[in-house]
Nanobody, 124 residues
Framework: QVQLVESGGVSVQAGGSLRLSCQVF????????MAWFRQAPGKEREGVAG???????RYADSVKGRFTISKDNAKNTLYLQMNSLKPEDTAMYYC??????????????????WGQGTQVTVSS
């Protein structure tokens, strides 16, 4: 059974930094794509950053230059380093995994597995 377990969400002040983690359990294949999504209250879930094998990444314009997605294959763990946080970054953050190893930050319905979410709150 595949499980994605996120951690690292906390409350921080604007300008601060956080690192989110997402550990993958039970996925037997070596090629897959992963991404971070977020959902703020009253808003639709949106893609934040994606990564595919080989380390190619893609970011939403709203986080480009501030967030960095990375993956440690030995630890089966996905990360999201978030710097220069803004109040508008406040949201529940979710990691997602898809069999489509070539998919770089696709639509949410293209992802097969999701974590439970971790809350990030940025105060001004």
């Amino acid at each position: 059974q595949v499980q994605l377990v996120e951690s690292g969400g906390v409350s921080v002040q604007a300008g601060g930094s956080l690192r989110l983690s997402c550990q993958v359990f039970g996925y037997a294949y070596s090629d897959y794509s992963m991404a971070w999504f977020r959902q703020a209250p009253g808003k639709e879930r949106e893609g934040v950053a994606g990564i595919i094998s080989g380390g190619v990444t893609r970011y939403a314009d709203s986080v480009k230059g501030r967030f960095t997605i990375s993956k440690d294959n030995a630890k089966n763990t996905l990360y999201l380093q978030m710097n220069s946080l803004k109040p508008e970054d406040t949201a529940m953050y979710y990691c997602a995994l898809t069999y489509r190893w070539y998919l770089l930050l696709g639509n949410e319905d293209e992802y097969n597995y999701w974590g439970q979410g971790t809350q990030v709150t940025v105060s001004s």
